[in-house]
């Protein structure tokens, strides 16, 4: 079998045979394929896809790529939960804490940044000294002392996805269906979650820009998350708009703890809420989600999210000072203020152009490997149904330099549609495919 043949029959829109992509996988994970047919299989499979069968041998492939992690030995059910990739989506650092507050444990393995869309371990790691490489002992340890742990893949868990999540970063091969429900499932598969939540986006921040392509997306998931015996519900989520108001690594740190001291209301706490009740209503710790969401809340309230979080800091390595003193952080050299250059009710953005100042400000890689600034990013100060007047404030801008600050607020301006009259909001939460 030959790589080249393979690429070809691909590209030409042929399915390929089981056996083609075993071959495909191995050649990922033992380093035998070079970056660039590994990309030009990537770039194939975006624009010719895979059907359902492809799909799901590519996902079973890369989840065997490596060992299956053995988390029996923590008591209880353990929940997950995984976004399909947004703008100012913080709330695995907002729902984990709070989860695994009220008892339920949470072992979550992170991504990074992917595309325009951030990444959990990126913004962990914009904390001094917090440790995302744990090994498996230490994930058991840590989850039977705290109920939570939160950490990158182990080296062993599906290495093909790892080769492949870095590659498709930088090679414009993300929003692809086969790829990301390859992506997301062969790490569940792998990883020890009795049962998982799948946030997937959608709209114009989202790699599924419409609901019934985030249906198909969610749909595949669920089958093959059940297929392997995990419980699994799907949350079709709005990304017509950033999620939260800040954009770039610590700067959605200080807005996830600013959410778990009752400060922030709105869109992320809301999704963040649902999205943790379903975790609880998947290890029948509550039986409806408006439950949950209420003992979540509560858990906000009464402090117990926000000490779980300093748990997790102390556990890991992290500075639990910054929890008090944001300027701890990383914090960008320039910071410049977008002003609004039109009057009128703020009806539309483009939220991927909003990912993409964010890219443009260092807080995202352009290629792989690439260091970030994680002081760098956005503060938007305007949401979808506002009223803008000529010089109001739209957004701030952290960089390392006047040039990339200016390039990214171009970005922000071009991402707006302003209108005379006010349009209509569009939905949070658009369905639920629930257990
Ligand atoms: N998260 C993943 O782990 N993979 C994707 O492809 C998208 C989001």
Do not use: W
């Amino acid at each position: 079998m030959n790589i080249v043949d393979i690429i070809i029959k691909k590209r030409d829109g042929n399915k390929l045979t089981n056996e083609e992509i075993q071959f495909f996988v191995k050649g990922v994970t033992d380093g035998s394929l070079a970056d660039y047919q590994i990309s030009a299989f990537l770039m194939a499979v975006f624009f010719q896809k895979m059907d359902v069968e492809e799909t799901a041998c590519l996902t079973m492939e890369m989840a065997k790529s490596g060992g299956m992690v053995d988390f029996t030995d923590i008591a209880g059910f353990k929940a997950d939960k995984h976004s399909t990739g947004g703008v100012a989506d913080t709330t695995t650092l907002i729902l984990a804490p709070l989860v695994a507050s009220v008892g339920v444990p949470v072992v979550k393995m992170s991504g990074r940044g992917l595309g325009f869309s951030g990444g959990t371990l990126d913004k962990l790691e914009s904390i001094p000294n917090f440790d995302i490489s744990v090994s498996e002992e230490q994930a058991i340890a840590y989850a039977q002392k705290t109920n939570i742990v939160i950490m990158g893949q182990t080296a062993d868990l599906a290495p093909a996805d790892q080769k492949l999540y870095a590659l498709r970063d930088v090679t414009g091969t993300v929003d692809s269906i086969p790829l990301i429900a390859a992506s997301i499932m062969s790490k569940k598969i792998a990883a020890g979650a009795d049962g998982i939540v799948l946030d997937v986006k959608c709209g114009s921040g989202a790699f599924m820009q419409t609901l019934e392509q985030a249906e198909l997306l969610a749909g595949i998931m669920a089958d093959m998350g059940r297929h392997v015996g995990r419980k699994v519900t799907a949350v079709i989520s709005g990304m017509d708009q950033p999620l939260g108001m800040y954009i770039g690594n610590s700067l959605e740190v200080i807005e996830a703890i600013e959410v778990l001291k009752g400060n922030v209301q709105g869109d992320l706490l809301e999704v963040s809420l649902v999205l943790g009740a379903h975790m609880l209503l998947l290890a029948e710790h509550v039986s409806t989600v408006e439950e949950g969401k209420a003992l979540l809340l509560g858990q906000i309230q009464n402090g117990e999210g926000l000490a779980k979080f300093k748990e997790l800091l102390l556990q890991q390595g992290g500075d639990v000072n910054v929890i008090d003193d944001y300027s701890l952080l990383p914090a960008s050299k320039c910071k410049k203020e977008i002003l609004v250059e039109q009057s009128g009710y703020l009806n539309e953005m483009n939220t991927a152009l909003i990912g993409r100042a964010s890219l443009e400000t260092g807080a995202g890689r352009a290629f792989k490997g690439q260091e970030l600034d994680f002081g760098a990013g956005i503060i938007l100060k305007k949401r979808l149904g506002d009223y803008l007047e000529i010089g109001d404030i739209l957004a701030e801008i952290y960089a390392e330099t006047e040039k990339m600050c200016a390039s990214a607020g171009q970005y922000i301006l071009d991402a707006i549609t302003v209108d005379d009259t006010k349009g209509e909001l569009p939905p949070l939460i658009l369905k639920i495919l629930s257990e």
